[in-house]
């Protein structure tokens, strides 16, 4: 079956912009991970979402960082008044269930490569 | 806290040799779960294996093995005779119960020349 897909896959702005990344999860996967990937900060957890439950934003780093999760299944992330700092890759993953069980297996798009200049 | 250590920044071999990629980890949780993942160049990390803390059994897949020893907070993968498609970034990663991130260390980039 089709895999996690991300759009777009690289995505150029200027500083000072807002971006928006789309992640669309595999089908019937109830729980969905954002992460970054950066050169200086390794792979880090930004915001998780399963099912209607309040979303986990504690790895987002800055209140220009917001994620939505509409009906459950597309999610878009949202940089606002993007820094030189944000330019990484931004990686989503979805899970068939939160926790236990191969189930809980993280599952990775291939990535939107983020460069602010 | 949790925290995920892979000492090995980058290894390079010639086709066909083993090798062996460690990953230490730590936590103070009793009951937790490590992954580990391949980056190709491509980008997109591959789940290869999930183990739990509670199942110490030692895995085998194909040309891929896995060491998972609790005693020295260790989970370290094997892979036999390798070949030039094995060149990629491996994460080795930590998930403890009742959270749902996961905790990568810094990857091994592993280049596997003909």
């Known amino acids: 079956g089709a895999g996690v897909s991300q759009s777009p896959s690289n995505k150029v702005t200027e500083k000072g912009k807002d971006v928006e990344l789309r992640c669309d999860p595999i089908s019937g996967h109830t729980a969905l991970y954002w992460y970054r990937q950066s050169l200086g900060q390794g792979l880090e957890f930004l915001i998780y979402?399963?099912?209607?439950?309040?979303?986990?934003k504690s790895g987002l780093p800055s209140d220009r960082f917001s994620a939505e999760r509409t009906g459950g299944s597309v999610s878009t992330l949202t940089i606002q008044r993007t820094q030189q700092e944000d330019s990484a890759v931004y990686l989503c993953?979805?899970?068939?269930?939160?926790?236990?069980?191969?189930?809980?297996?993280?599952?990775f798009g291939p990535g939107t490569r983020l460069l602010v200049l | 806290a949790q925290k995920v250590t892979q000492a090995q920044t980058e290894i390079s071999v010639v086709e066909k040799e083993d090798v062996t990629l460690d990953c230490v980890y730590e936590t103070r949780d009793t009951t937790y779960y490590l992954f580990w993942y391949k980056q190709p160049p491509s980008g997109e990390l591959v789940f290869l294996i999930r183990?739990?803390?509670?199942?110490?059994q030692n895995e085998i897949s194909g040309r891929y093995s896995w060491n998972f020893q609790k005693s020295t907070s260790s989970f370290n993968f094997t892979i036999t005779a390798s070949q030039v498609v094995d060149s990629a970034v491996y994460f080795c990663a930590l998930r403890n119960t009742g959270f749902q991130k996961l905790v990568f260390g810094t990857g091994t980039r592993l280049l596997v020349s003909p």
């Open positions: 183990r739990n803390s509670f199942d110490e």
């Open positions: 993953a979805s899970s068939l269930a939160p926790a236990g069980g191969l189930e809980e297996t993280q599952y």
């Open positions: 979402f399963q099912g209607n439950s309040a979303p986990d």
